[in-house]
């Protein structure tokens, strides 16, 4: 079997890649599962550890053969095995979305305290954008752990695949002041219009990747973001399936938005900066 291996760049069918993959996908499958506890009862104030797992409708704790990650829920046909009743197909997506993005950023950054790092990053990422979904929030504790995970980021060592142009440290602290902009927008809506341009959330979460990622490739995820936002949102009102006044959740916008930024801003940023060099 032909994997990539990041460290020589090309695909090879070494035994250890083969293993590694698989242990990434295993536990990366696990966590996932996880992270749907989390996004359901973090912002209901609930427990993440007790009680065990259940089922969202009945409440029926599950077997430990019904919460086998992507598995069970293709087993059950995505139907709870006491009620019956439909149970979101948002649950596999979470459980697969994260080994995915684990693999990503081993295939981009290969074994490192970096890689490690940014695929706690990432996790964070899959449940502020489905409990913004879900919720219209992005919770404060999160955005404090990514804080956290910012300011250590600062001090390990990136790889150089990571990035094409120097980020200093200073990059990163003016990344930080980058929210003030945007504190700055939403004081001027709540003044002149009454109208939440932008929650505290979305501005937290811009300050802390601001810290992680420098202020370059913080406002080309920014940019990155307001696109997509623009390009899904304006279809669904134009179709009448939104509101006007209905608020957009904009955290899974920068969440994609900052993803593109990291796996492929610096490249852009590279290549914009050879054009007025």
């Known amino acids: 079997m032909l994997l990539y291996d990041p460290a020589m760049g090309v695909l090879v069918n070494n035994p250890d890649v083969i293993i590694t993959y698989i242990l990434i996908w295993v536990v990366g499958l696990a966590v996932g599962s996880f992270l749907n506890v ?35 829920y293709v087993f059950l046909m995505g139907k709870c095995r006491q009620c019956h009743e439909r149970i979101a197909v948002r649950y596999p997506i979470v459980e697969l979305t994260n080994p995915i ?9 290969g074994w490192s305290w970096y890689t490690l790092l940014i695929s706690v990053v990432t996790t964070i990422f899959i449940i502020i954008a489905w409990i913004d979904i879900d919720e219209m929030l992005i919770p404060d504790c999160l955005n404090l752990i990514l804080l956290v995970l910012s300011i250590i980021a600062i001090f390990v060592t990136v790889p150089e695949r990571a ?6 440290k200073w990059d990163h602290l003016f990344g930080l002041s980058i929210a003030v902009v945007f504190l700055t927008i939403r004081m001027i809506g709540l003044r002149f219009s009454k109208t939440e341009i932008i929650g505290c959330g979305d501005i937290k979460l811009i300050a802390v990747i601001g810290l992680l990622l420098g202020w370059q490739l913080t406002l080309l995820g920014i940019m990155f973001a307001s696109f997509l936002a623009v390009l899904v949102e304006l279809p669904l009102r134009f179709l009448k399936r939104k509101a006007k006044e209905d608020s957009l959740p904009f955290g899974p916008y920068l969440i994609f938005g900052f993803l593109l930024s990291l796996y492929y801003g610096s490249q852009i940023v590279h290549w914009y900066l050879s054009l007025i060099a």
Do not use: Q
């Open 38 to 72: 989390v996004i359901y009862r973090l912002p209901r104030g609930e427990s993440i550890n007790r009680p065990r797992s259940h089922c969202p409708h009945c409440k029926t704790p599950l077997h430990w053969y019904d919460n086998i990650p992507v598995i069970s």
């Open 101 to 109: 993005l684990w693999m990503i950023n081993y295939m981009l950054f």
């Open 163 to 168: 990035h094409d142009f120097a980020v200093s």
